[in-house]
């Protein structure tokens, strides 16, 4: 069979296929760069394997209350070594990024003290977590306080706000690198830095925090190259590389990450208890895999804004800017453009492929919300995914793909239903 009639059997018209043929080859010299990025980080995680001296009997897990686990405590090993950190904590008992962030902040916070945010708004989810909106068991609701610095209009840090709000009551910062479900640019790492640099030039005590997630082998460097004491994630996002079916992280120094730990545990056990189940081999084999994986969701990214972007749609970031996470958004412009934009990556999953996504009301969402998945590991968004609230301006935010080949059958697959319902011209 020629690859034309291959693409035909799944659903993938010859018209379709040559206007993609032709944006991706030019791709290429991008596409190499993204290469680079990805080879020095699979080394990077290689040799945090090798130096913890990683062994056949770390692959399996303990039960029960899990005391002296070598298979979990050498996994946070690596991750420290990935990370360039003092420890780290990874594990299955953090159940997602969210939680990574709330034990995070909650065991590093105390009665009296304030947090600030100086990247904005904070991801949705956390604004419970925090008490931004009320809620049982907030930060709020046991006296930690929290401020918000937000960012400049063209996205960067804004140096004089940050410098009046930190106040002697400020005890962490916070920044997202990701811009997650926001309009505004994702910050670099060099950036990151920088704003880190500057807090501690005037108060070198404060807990810098970095929300990563998504953020993961974006870059050669992560937050905790540049100064950051904790540095945060899930692992069905980046790290995980599609095969941890659970978890998030925090590396970071020994007195953040036992305050963690403190809060994820109880006091006094800390790290000392958390069984691993049978993960061990997961999150290992899928950290293997993450530089790859990422470099694969970053080319289907970076591909699908330069295919909808010459077909006229706007889409963030652009198809030639710096990439510093996995997401794509890409406004429609119409209710039936989502909906078809949906439709297509969903019909192009390995799993579910035969479902039809439909627009449906969601907690915590003021429209119908679309979503499009077929993952193996539930809600996992390092898989192919897609989701968009049916509203103005009709934008799709976009990511995923365990390898570059499904990411380009997906946005293909989102193209061609996007032109069977007459909503794209090609030429040809
Ligand atoms: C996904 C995400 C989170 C929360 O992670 P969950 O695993 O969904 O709880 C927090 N911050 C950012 C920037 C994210 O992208």
Avoid at 306 to 330: C, H, K, M, W
Wanted: glycine share 12%; hydrophobic share 40%; aromatic share 8%.
């Amino acid at each position: 069979m020629t690859m034309e009639s291959i693409y035909r059997e799944i659903g993938i018209c010859s018209q379709v296929l040559s206007y993609g043929e032709r944006v991706e080859a030019s791709l290429k010299k991008r596409f190499e760069g993204l290469d680079e990025t990805a080879e020095y980080n699979q080394l990077k995680v290689l040799l945090a394997m090798q130096k913890n001296r990683v062994s056949m009997e770390h692959l399996s897990g303990t039960t029960g209350y899990g005391y002296n686990d070598a298979g979990r405590d050498t996994l946070e090993a690596v991750y420290a070594s990935v990370f360039h950190t003092q420890t780290a904590l990874v594990r299955p008992q953090i159940t997602c990024g969210t939680h990574a962030l709330g034990i995070a902040l909650s065991g590093n916070l105390r009665p009296g003290d304030e947090l600030l945010s100086i990247s904005g708004k904070p991801y949705d989810t956390l604004e419970e977590v925090i008490g931004i909106r009320p809620s049982r068991g907030s930060l709020a609701e046991y006296g930690v306080t929290y401020r918000q610095v937000d960012l400049l209009e063209d996205g960067s840090f804004d140096f004089d706000g940050i410098r009046e709000a930190i106040t002697p009551k400020t005890r962490m910062v916070a920044i997202q690198r990701s811009k997650g479900y926001q309009t505004r640019p994702t910050l670099s790492v060099e950036q990151i830095g920088e704003a880190i640099a500057f807090v501690k030039s005037i108060r070198p005590d404060l807990i810098c925090m970095v929300d990563n997630c998504y953020g993961e082998f974006v870059e050669r460097t992560e937050p905790s190259d540049v100064g950051a004491d904790m540095t945060v994630g899930s692992l069905i996002k980046n790290p995980g590389g599609g095969l941890a079916p659970i978890g998030g992280y925090i590396a970071g120094t020994e007195e953040c990450i036992e305050n963690a730990a403190c809060r994820l545990t109880t006091p006094g056990l800390g790290k000392e208890v958390g069984a691993s189940l049978g993960v061990n081999k997961s999150f290992y084999q899928g950290l293997f895999l993450a530089p790859s994986v990422v470099n694969g969701a970053l080319k289907g990214a970076i591909f699908a804004a330069n295919i909808f972007e010459s077909l006229g749609f706007p889409v963030v970031p652009n198809g030639t800017e710096p990439r510093y996470d996995i997401i794509q958004a890409v406004t429609l412009g119409s209710p039936e453009g989502v909906i078809a934009f949906c439709k297509g990556i969903q019909a192009a999953a390995p799993v579910d492929s035969y479902v039809t996504p439909e627009p449906w009301a969601m907690p915590g969402y003021d429209s119908d919300v679309i979503m499009a998945a077929g993952a193996f590991v539930q809600g996992s968004s390092i898989e192919l995914s897609a989701d968009g609230p049916i509203k103005p301006p009709y934008a799709v935010y976009f990511q995923g793909g365990l390898t570059w080949h499904h990411a380009k059958a997906g946005i293909l697959m989102a193209l061609q239903k996007l032109f069977e319902a007459g909503l794209v011209r090609l030429p040809g």
